[in-house]
């Protein structure tokens, strides 16, 4: 690994201009399809592969592992990984507070072009990056595609930002004073992402922390391990320094848990579920002996998003934005649709049109490009399933409603629409992640409404409807934190829709947006008088 003195690679190339989004790939362009096609069949040539733990640079091999299989074909062993212990969370804190003397005074300048470095790679090995994540978590071309555009992004966004920051200027500058603002870096963080986005917000949160002068210890998702592992070889290759970003891959409940409590950490980023998100939150705040700050905690806790479908609204585009948010990688995205609420008058067409759009749905290999590939786990898909059967007590079943058997040995599930489902009922209030659809019927607008809000969780939503009166009142009263209007709830794009929720969906971070990057660092203001 390179060290800080000994950049092997050129962060001074200019990147000047506006920032813009990194563009989909057209897989209906036959040289895209060959390429994807060749990146997919050379990573099934490395799948099985072991992987180190990462520690201030040193390679370390543990007796526990962590083994991350294929959820489409879970014979199949994409990656053998170490699994760090209690034991290695004070090894990799001395890693991370050594460099973080020499990082945290290392120019923004050399920081963003690092992250414009890393960048260019991703762009160079897109289609392979894409091909482990269709291996590791079951992600079809497009999903893959759209995971690793995001993770450029990050890179270019946030290293705009982070030079942007380092120019602020005080509101004010006082006779006979010289004063100033500074964004200066935290420290050590603890950086804990899922395993949906592996790439994207794994890499998010990681470069976010790094741009701004701090060091990482990373705990990836032990279902996703591999592809951070690729992502911490391409930071190697880019240049960063030793103890910058330490690998970390094991347990929650056990180096995750001892990381989150030592004294040293100063800040945890964290993406996830609800439960696991209060305990890192109730663990961050009790002080412990030779912690010397207040723990910072940045959440995404996930959702339970809705999509209203108004009386007046385009039933064909509102279908088709539902099929999409509910079912596109399996459900299971914090921003999924989970549950439709219908204006009683559109009530029984919209659900005629959604059972003909959803049993088109192509379940399948995502390897072979199908629309939707395995759950993430054994575990998930068991859970799933007694949510359906839940569902098919409370409500009626519309379509789908088991296993997909016809699909493989993978954790494949039929994409599910339960209808007549009561509000406040289980199906209605808990987040499943997975293809479940709920739909609700309601009385009018201002029902749908107050069916939206009513639950803990404040993430995503959509509002279907033509009445500009409506729209504005959306605007106004659907408690969420990214709102769409005419157009479906997933698919956030940096830049355009800064990301993150209310209530219990976490602390509204706004990932992708101009102030994501005040939560890495601290304001230190200067008033200097002119002699």
Known sequence: MATLEAPVLNRTRPHQGKFVNEPPTDFSRQDNVRQM??????????????????????????????????????????GLHQKAGKEHVDPAMQAALGSFESWSRTSVEERAGLLFQVADLLRQRKSELCAWLVFEVSKNWAEADADMAETIDFCEFYAREALRLARVETPVQLPGERDSLFYIPLGVGVVIPPWNFPAAIMAG????????????????????????AKF??????????????????????????????????????????????????KRAAEHVLGQMWIKRTILEMGGKDAIIVDTDADLDAAIEGVAA???????????????AIVDERVYDKFLEGLKARVETIKIGDPADNAYMGAVIS???????????????????????????????EGFFLQPTVIADIPPKSKLEQEEIFGPVLSVIKARNYDHALEIANDTEFGLTGAVYTNSQEKIERA?????????????????????????????????????????????????????EKIR
């Not at 099934?44 to 640079?57: C, H, N």
């Not at 949160?205 to 951070?228: D, F, H, Q, R, Y």
């Open 37 to 78: 096609r060749a990146a997919i069949e050379k990573v099934r040539g490395q799948l099985g592969r072991e992987y180190d733990l990462v520690i201030g640079g040193k390679r370390i091999r543990t007796s526990d592992k962590i083994k991350s299989v294929n959820p489409a074909k879970p014979s199949e062993l994409v």
């Open 205 to 228: 949160m990681t470069l976010a922390s790094i741009v701004c002068g701090n060091t990482v210890i990373l705990k990836p998702s032990s279902e996703s391990p591999t592809i951070a």
């Open 232 to 281: 911490m070889e391409l930071l190697e290759e880019a240049g960063i320094p030793e103890g910058v970003v330490n690998f970390c891959p094991g347990s929650g409940a056990t180096f995750g848990n001892a990381a989150v409590a030592h004294p040293k950490t100063r800040f945890i980023a964290f993406t996830g579920s609800r439960e696991v998100g209060l305990d890192i939150n």
């Open 325 to 339: 948010s509910s079912f596109g990688f399996q459900g299971q995205k914090c921003s999924a649709c989970s549950r």
């Open 378 to 408: 054994e575990s998930s898909m068991k859970t799933i399933l007694d949510y359906i059967e839940h569902g098919k007590r409370e409500g009626r079943l519309i379509t789908g409603g088991s296993r997909a058997t016809g699909a493989g």
């Open 475 to 527: 605007i106004r009263e659907f408690h969420v934190g990214n709102l769409y209007i005419n157009r479906k709830c997933t698919g956030a794009i940096v830049g355009a829709h800064p990301f993150g929720g209310f209530n219990m969906s976490g602390t509204d971070s706004k990932a992708g947006g101009p102030n994501y990057l005040y939560l890495f660092t601290q304001a230190k203001a200067v008033g």
